[in-house]
């Protein structure tokens, strides 16, 4: 069983729509919780992080995290085109000091 | 802006060459790391360093190795490129403090035939 488990899509929404990603994890050395984004051909790019259960807002963005449940989101609002991508959550090991991937949510937003 | 950079974009090796991939980052980060990913997979730790000269294997270190001379750089290196080593792989930094995130370079898409 991996460590993070996403669904891979692609999940395809129109413009506008509200986008929820999700990810579970299985390690409760897990403490922090990055978002990286992934346009196609470039490297990843942090989005968003927490450490706490609970919501942190940024923008269009919303990352959730439910440490009881080791379950985490990510919720874009009024998604746009330039969202399309894939979404990678992240845990922070912080017992190693090393990020864990999840496979990636690959996300299509049309116009 | 952090920037790190891998020298090369797109690299086509023979099975059984010795292969370098090179990274540096322009940030004085304390922290390096090379992760391959692959369809499917995400993104698999391969090695990283917490500094200079020093190194700890991540999940899937057979096959490569690593090299840390200076801090600003950090090489991956396959001892005897084989086809499953086909692959996108990602240099990342960071600095060594407890929640700060890694930053990527843009990739080098390996192929060996």
């Known amino acids: 069983q991996k460590e993070v488990e996403q669904d891979p899509g692609p999940l395809s929404v129109p413009e506008g729509a509200i986008v929820s990603l999700n990810c579970t994890y299985s390690n409760s050395a897990f403490q922090y919780f990055m978002w990286y984004r992934q346009y196609s051909r470039k490297g990843p790019e942090l989005l968003m992080y927490?450490?706490?259960?609970g919501n942190k807002e940024d923008g269009r963005f919303t990352a959730q995290v439910d440490k009881s449940s080791k379950y985490i989101s990510l919720f874009i609002r009024d998604s746009q085109p330039s969202d399309s991508a894939t979404y990678l959550c992240?845990?922070?090991?912080?017992?190693?000091?090393?990020?864990?991937f999840g496979s990636g949510t690959r996300l299509q937003v049309q116009p | 802006d952090v920037k790190v950079t891998q020298s090369s974009r797109y690299l086509v090796k023979r099975t059984g060459e010795k292969v370098f991939l090179e990274c540096v980052q322009d940030m004085d980060h304390e922290n390096m790391f090379w992760y391959r990913q692959d369809p499917g997979l995400g993104l698999r730790l391969i090695y990283f360093?917490?500094?200079?000269?020093?190194?700890e294997k991540g999940d899937i270190p057979e096959g490569y190795s690593v090299s840390r001379e200076k801090k600003e750089r950090f090489s991956l290196i396959l001892e005897s490129a084989s086809t499953n080593q086909t692959s996108m792989y990602l240099c990342a930094s960071r600095t060594g403090t407890v929640n700060s995130p890694l930053h990527f370079g843009n990739g080098t898409r390996l192929t060996v035939t």
């Open positions: 927490t450490y706490s259960s």
């Open positions: 992240a845990p922070w090991d912080t017992g190693r000091r090393a990020l864990t």
């Open positions: 360093s917490y500094d200079v000269k020093m190194k």
